[in-house]
T-cell receptor, first 112, second 113 residues
Framework: RKEVEQDPGPFNVPEGATVAFNCTYS??????FFWYRQDCRKEPKLLMS???SGNEDGRFTAQLNRASQYISLLIRDSKLSDSATYLC?????????????FGGGTRVLVKP | DAGVTQSPTHLIKTRGQQVTLRCSPISGHKSVSWYQQVLGQGPQFIFQ???????GRGNFPDRFSARQFPNYSSELNVNALLLGDSALYLCASSYRGLPQEAFFGQGTRLTVV
């Protein structure tokens, strides 16, 4: 079983609609959580951290459910520019330092 | 300010050869991490270096090695290349090794033929 699992999609979303997708993680010792965005053939870029209480950044809302070990991302009022792959990332700190574990990504295609 | 720079951007190697990839972190950043991203998958952690010491290692064979220099730049070496090593190799830098501070370079696309 992969440490971090995501639905690969693609999620085809009409412009202006809302889309949401989840990510599950297997290591209960994971300590911090993030969503990254990766455009085609580009490097990943941090979209937002995910906090236990849930958090928003403009049209993006992230939630964390530690009991069920999943993270979610919701995008409201989707824009064409939101088309990308969204990577779920969990971090575990040990004596060896930080280790980021990425999911395989969820591809989102926003269409006019 | 320059971001994370990686070189070369593209590389084609033959099976069995050796390759060295380079990464220059953002000025002032002391931590560098390396990731391998195979097409269609998420990045996989290879190494983390902080203050020139190895702080973490992923599940990669000993053919993969890395080091960090006094100026905090880093090299990733892969020996005895296999076709399966074809991937985008990403370098991420951060000041203290914290993931929320990490910035990725554009990567080196390695093709092994």
């Amino acid at each position: 079983r992969k440490e971090v699992e995501q639905d690969p999609g693609p999620f085809n979303v009409p412009e202006g609609a809302t889309v949401a997708f989840n990510c599950t993680y297997s290591n209960s010792a994971s300590q911090s959580f993030f969503w990254y965005r990766q455009d085609c053939r580009k490097e990943p870029k941090l979209l937002m951290s995910v906090y236990s209480s849930g958090n928003e950044d403009g049209r993006f809302t992230a939630q964390l459910n530690r009991a069920s070990q999943y993270i979610s991302l919701l995008i409201r009022d989707s824009k064409l520019s939101d088309s990308a792959t969204y990577l779920c990332v969990v971090n575990k700190v040990s004596a060896a330092g930080n280790k980021l574990t990425f999911g395989g990504g969820t591809r989102v295609l926003v269409k006019p | 300010d320059a971001g994370v720079t990686q070189s070369p951007t593209h590389l084609i190697k033959t099976r069995g050869q050796q390759v060295t990839l380079r990464c220059s972190p953002i000025s002032g950043h002391k931590s560098v991490s390396w990731y391998q991203q195979v097409l269609g998958q998420g990045p996989q952690f290879i190494f983390q270096y902080y203050e020139k010491e190895e702080r973490g290692r992923g599940n990669f064979p000993d053919r993969f090695s890395a080091r960090q220099f006094p100026n905090y730049s880093s090299e990733l070496n892969v020996n005895a290349l296999l076709l399966g090593d074809s991937a985008l190799y990403l370098c991420a830098s951060s000041y203290r090794g914290l993931p929320q501070e990490a910035f990725f370079g554009q990567g080196t696309r390695l093709t092994v033929v």
